[in-house]
Structure formats: structure tokens, C-alpha cells
């Protein structure tokens, strides 16, 4: 009787909130679980099996505008940011977040949106984000573009089943606590060549040839790459460019705090109170609000 009495009571007490109406208190901050470990295996198609017909033509035009999305610059972005500049070779490159491995993985739940999103919504997230612009609308010539790009590199891929190379790398914690002066060493030595001493980016013609890491033109503090582990991961399988792995774990995360210790574009989930903002969005690895340089980071932003 004891035990059954037991049994009661916890149960009640489980169902107490929910029998006071009481909500469960989201969590907008979750991380997607780590890839299957193991050799990414999938190839995606060569580009000049993209069929001469109206859907080769969509492919095309969503590949163009994956790699030169700053054409779009006052329409759906607001930076300096292309797709290609975070999902290298094309889309095509494990460890730098594949299309072809996230195309069969959604629709899905996230956490950072309490809502299941399709594919195109998963895309619109990058341009309200990374892009710090205005997403296109479901249906408009470039959002379908855009998916039919990734539905053809995903030719022949499984549909629902977390593959090899999908994402970035996660790296596990360093021997020492990520240092701002030694990332800024390593920013120097390896980074600044193409990325400015600044971290403006590079030009040429008023376009970006190297994307700006920081700054107005950059990412804004909702994007996934101001994580500082998120960064740190992209950073060791593929920074410096085409010399990826070159750089130690310890590296990879000291620079990752030097880069997102600096200012960017405000979160857009912003209203107004920046510990708010804080609490609710940026209670993982990251430096937003943080004091650096006697400033709180995005605390001037609006």
C-alpha cells in the first residue's frame, strides 16, 4: 500500500504544472546532436549532370544564387554574407555543413524556433540571421530555387538518417579556457591575410572576395556561427582556406572567441532589454553582452 501511495504522489506531483495550466518553459538554445562519427561516403552529383530542362535551370539558378547571394543585397540580405561562405566547395564539402546532408534531415523540430521547419524555412532562418535580412517568401522564385539546389545534391542520398560529414565537426572542450589574446595571435598569423586586420572582409569592385567576420557587414549575434564552439568546429575542419586541420583544437577555439569578441548586427529577437535577451537566447557558449573593451557586445546595437 506504502509503495502504491508512493507511486501516487509522484505522479501527481509531475502533473501538478500541467493541472495549474503552468506551460513548460522553453528552450530556444538547444544544439542539433553531433553527425554520425565515421568517413562522409556520400558523393553528391557532378555539376554537369544538371539536366538541360526547366529543373536543371532551377538548379542553376539556385546554385548561382547560393554562391553570389550578396546579389540579393537590399531585397532578402543586409551583409556582406554569401551561403557559400559558411557551406564550402559549393555545398558540397563534409564538415562544412553539406547540403546534400541536411536536405533528407528536415522537416524537423528546432529548438531556436519551437516549431518544425521545412527545408524552406530552414533556409529563411540563414537569411534572417546570417544574412541579417529579410527572408524570402515561401514560394518566390529564389527560395524555390535555393531548395531545388539542395534537393540535387541530395541525389541518391536517404531520406531521414543522419549522415557522416553532416553539420561542422563539434570539438571537445580545450585543455585551457578559450583566451582572447591568444586567439588574437592566431588571428593575425593565420586569418587577417585574407579577412583584414579589421575582420572587415575583403573587396574587390564592391563585392566581397573574402566574407567580413565581424562588424556591420557580418553575421548578426542570432547567427549559429556566434557560438563561440559552433565557430570553433567550422573553423578547425576548414580554416585557413583549403588548409583545414592545420590548425591545433586549442587554436581553433581561441580564435573562435577572438573573432565573436567583437561587435555585429544586433540579435533580431532583440526587444529592447539585453539581459533579456541574454537569459532567453545566449545561455550557451557565446559572448553576447559580455563586457569586452569596456563595452557590453551588442549592448549599443539596435
Not at 536536405?103 to 516549431?115: L, Q, S, V
Not at 524555390?144 to 565537426?169: C, D, E, N, Q
Request: proline fraction near 8%; glycine fraction near 12%; include cysteine.
Amino acid at each position: 500500500m506504502k509503495t502504491m501511495n508512493r507511486i501516487l504522489a509522484a505522479t501527481l506531483a509531475a502533473a501538478l504544472p500541467l493541472l495549474a495550466g503552468a506551460a513548460p518553459e522553453k528552450d530556444f538554445q538547444v544544439e542539433l546532436p553531433a553527425a554520425p562519427a565515421g568517413e562522409a561516403a556520400f558523393s553528391p552529383p557532378a555539376e554537369e549532370t544538371i539536366p538541360d530542362n526547366a529543373f536543371g535551370e532551377m538548379v542553376r539558378l539556385g546554385r548561382d544564387l547560393f554562391l553570389n547571394t550578396d546579389q540579393l543585397r537590399g531585397t532578402y540580405t543586409g551583409n556582406g554574407m554569401k551561403c557559400v561562405n559558411c557551406h564550402l566547395d559549393r555545398g558540397r564539402r563534409a564538415g562544412s555543413a553539406p547540403l546534400w546532408a541536411a536536405f533528407g534531415m528536415y522537416p524537423a523540430y528546432r529548438k531556436k524556433n519551437d516549431k518544425v521547419n521545412t527545408m524552406e524555412e530552414r533556409i529563411q532562418g540563414c537569411f534572417t540571421y546570417s544574412m541579417n535580412g529579410t527572408p524570402p517568401p515561401a514560394g518566390s522564385r529564389e527560395l524555390t530555387a535555393l531548395v531545388t539546389y539542395h534537393y540535387w545534391l541530395a541525389t541518391g542520398a536517404p531520406i531521414g538518417k543522419a549522415l557522416p560529414g553532416r553539420g561542422f565537426p563539434k570539438l571537445a572542450r580545450p585543455e585551457q579556457a578559450p583566451d582572447f589574446a591568444r586567439g588574437e595571435a592566431v588571428y593575425r598569423d593565420n586569418c587577417a591575410l585574407c579577412h583584414g586586420d579589421d575582420g572587415a572582409g575583403r573587396q574587390v569592385d564592391g563585392r566581397y572576395v573574402f566574407p567580413p567576420l565581424w562588424g556591420p557587414d557580418s553575421y548578426n549575434w542570432g547567427a549559429g556561427m556566434h557560438r563561440v564552439n559552433t565557430a570553433a568546429g567550422f573553423i578547425k575542419a576548414n580554416m585557413p582556406l583549403s588548409q583545414g586541420g592545420s590548425l591545433t583544437d586549442q587554436q581553433a577555439w581561441d580564435v573562435a572567441l577572438y573573432i565573436n569578441s567583437h561587435d555585429r548586427p544586433q540579435d533580431p529577437r532583440f526587444e529592447g532589454d539585453l539581459a533579456e535577451t541574454k537569459k532567453t537566447f545566449h545561455g550557451h557558449q557565446c559572448e553576447y553582452g559580455e563586457e569586452v573593451g569596456g563595452h557590453a557586445l551588442a549592448g549599443g546595437a539596435e
